[in-house]
């Protein structure tokens, strides 16, 4: 069965500092990757995705993420955070028709 | 412009209670989605649909059903609420295929607690 990891529930990092969120799926077949953003007491909202092509997609607010699918991952990174970037992050594996997996969250805590 | 909405809000419920959650999408959308969120598990699928009269049990349907007789609404029914439906419940939508991936669109969630 598919899955998908995030080693990291928690990630406190200063303001202007760079931030890597990782994400790790297990899958035998292709997938298509996205990662969402939860702001306090909001829905989901879709930050990026892989389909195909390029391995480094970018998206919304200076994200970007890499996909490797030899170590089936794909990290979410910024070089600059800021304060508004405090959020829950989700990364998410699409195997078939619709039905997206979802891992279980990264929090991520700028402080000033 | 096109949303997705969730009523109520917020809803403390008790035991054994009947609780329906109602999700109402504008995007004319095909297919809808509800999930839900607990802590250290991420969105978990309970039902899905791709269209009226569709429905599909996701990965934790037990003790919730849904019905869609219209395309903008979905709602979902707690038969018997129980302590452990306590969550926050998203409703989400996608358009249909050919696309090889739509993007889901999320309400805002619903928090529901049940003593």
């Known amino acids: 069965a598919q899955s998908v990891t995030q080693l990291d529930s928690q990630v406190p990092v200063f303001e202007e500092a760079p931030v890597e969120l990782r994400c790790n799926y297990s899958?035998?077949?292709?997938?298509?990757l996205f990662w969402y953003v939860q702001y306090p007491n909001q829905g989901l909202q879709l930050l990026l995705k892989?389909?195909?092509?390029?391995?480094l997609v970018k998206g919304i607010n200076g994200f970007e993420a890499e996909f490797n699918k030899s170590q089936t991952s794909f990290h979410l990174r910024k070089p600059s955070v800021h304060i508004s970037d405090t959020a829950e992050y989700f990364c998410?594996?699409?195997?078939?028709?619709?039905?997206?997996?979802f891992g279980p969250g990264t929090s991520l805590s700028v402080i000033p | 412009d096109a949303e997705i909405t969730q009523s109520p809000r917020h809803k403390i419920t008790e035991t054994g209670r009947q609780v329906t959650l109602a999700c109402h999408q504008t995007?004319?959308?095909?297919?809808m989605f509800w999930y839900r969120q607990d802590l250290g598990h991420g969105l978990r699928l309970i039902h899905y649909?791709?269209?009226?009269?569709?429905?599909n049990k996701g990965e934790v349907s037990d003790g919730y059903s849904v019905s869609r007789s219209n395309t903008e609404d979905l709602p979902l029914t707690l038969e018997s609420a129980a302590s452990s439906q306590t969550s926050v419940y998203f409703c989400?939508?996608?358009?249909?295929?050919?696309?090889?991936?739509?993007?889901?669109?999320f309400g805002p969630g619903t928090r529901l607690t049940v003593l």
């Open positions: 989400a939508s996608s358009e249909a295929r050919p696309s090889s991936y739509n993007e889901q669109f």
């Open positions: 899958s035998s077949v292709s997938v298509y």
């Open positions: 892989y389909l195909s092509g390029s391995t």
């Open positions: 998410a594996v699409k195997t078939s028709y619709d039905k997206v997996i």
């Open positions: 995007w004319n959308h095909n297919n």
């Open positions: 649909s791709y269209g009226v009269h569709d429905t």
